[in-house]
T-cell receptor
Framework: GAGVSQSPSNKVTEKGKDVELRCDPI?????LYWYRQSLGQGLEFLIYFQGNSAPDKSGLPSDRFSAERTGGSVSTLTIQRTQQEDSAVYLCASSLNQFRGMNTEAFFGQGTRLTVV | AQTVTQSQPEMSVQEAETVTLSCTYDTSESNYYLFWYKQPPSRQMILVIRQEAYKQQNATENRFSVNFQKAAKSFSLKISDSQLGDTAMYFC???????????FGKGTKLSVKP
C-alpha cells in the first residue's frame, strides 16, 4: 500500500483477554518500530525490527507483551492478559533504512486505539 | 544511552508570529539524524524537518527552520508566520549509532491563537 497500515483502528477488550495488533509497513521498508502513546503523552518506545530480527526489545513493558515480524513485512504486537493500564494508542512506523544515508524518515500509521474495560 | 528532552510541555503563539520550540539530546555518537515531527489532533504523525549531524548548515522547510548546535546538543525548531493549522503536538526525535532506535522526546503542545 501507499502508507503504513494498522489494524484494527480501534479495539475494545475485556481485562484478561489477549489482543493482537497488526502493522503493514510500506513495501520495501526494512526498519519497523512500535510505540505506545497514552492520552496526551509522548511516544514510549516498545520495540523495533530490522528485517525480521529485533535488535532492541528493551521497551516492552512486561512479559505480557511480545512482537514478531515475518517475511520482513507484516508485524504483530500481542498483549496477553490485558490490563487497564494497557489502554493507549499503539503506533507503528517504518523506514526504508535503519540508519544510513538519507532514507531515515519514519512513516507512521494512524495507530490502534486500545481500550481495556 | 541516547535521550531526547523537550522542556516545554505547552506553548502558545499568536497567528502570524514566530515561535521557537526547544530540544536537547544526549549521545556519545558522532553521526546521527535529528527530526521534528508534528502530530495534529488527527493523530497522524508527520515529518516537519530533519537535520543530519555532519551538516553544519541548518535545515529549512518553508516556514520551518532549525537551530542546530552540535556542541551544545541542541536542536530547536522555529516556526515563522504561525498559522492556525500549526496547532499540534511537536516531537523532537533522534536516530544514530549502533542502536538504530528512533527515540522521541515527550513533546510540546503548541496552540496557535487567532
Amino acid at each position: 500500500g501507499a502508507g503504513v497500515s494498522q489494524s484494527p483502528s480501534n479495539k475494545v477488550t475485556e481485562k484478561g483477554k489477549d489482543v493482537e495488533l497488526r502493522c503493514d509497513p510500506i513495501s520495501g521498508h526494512t526498519a519497523l518500530y512500535w510505540y505506545r502513546q497514552s492520552l496526551g503523552q509522548g511516544l514510549e518506545f516498545l520495540i523495533y525490527f530490522q528485517g525480521n530480527s529485533a535488535p532492541d526489545k528493551s521497551g516492552l513493558p512486561s512479559d505480557r507483551f511480545s512482537a514478531e515480524r515475518t517475511g520482513g513485512s507484516v508485524s504483530t504486537l500481542t498483549i496477553q492478559r490485558t490490563q487497564q493500564e494497557d489502554s493507549a494508542v499503539y503506533l507503528c512506523a517504518s523506514s526504508l533504512n535503519q540508519f544510513r544515508g538519507m532514507n531515515t524518515e519514519a512513516f507512521f500509521g494512524q495507530g490502534t486505539r486500545l481500550t481495556v474495560v | 544511552a541516547q535521550t531526547v528532552t523537550q522542556s516545554q510541555p505547552e506553548m502558545s503563539v499568536q497567528e502570524a508570529e514566530t515561535v521557537t520550540l526547544s530540544c536537547t539530546y544526549d549521545t556519545s555518537e558522532s553521526n546521527y539524524y535529528l527530526f521534528w515531527y508534528k502530530q495534529p489532533p488527527s493523530r497522524q504523525m508527520i515529518l516537519v524537518i530533519r537535520q543530519e549531524a555532519y551538516k553544519q548548515q541548518n535545515a529549512t522547510e518553508n516556514r520551518f527552520s532549525v537551530n542546530f548546535q552540535k556542541a551544545a546538543k541542541s536542536f530547536s525548531l522555529k516556526i515563522s508566520d504561525s498559522q492556525l493549522g500549526d496547532t499540534a503536538m511537536y516531537f523532537c526525535a533522534f536516530i544514530g549509532g549502533s542502536q538504530g532506535n528512533l527515540i522521541f522526546g515527550k513533546g510540546t503542545k503548541l496552540s496557535v491563537k487567532p
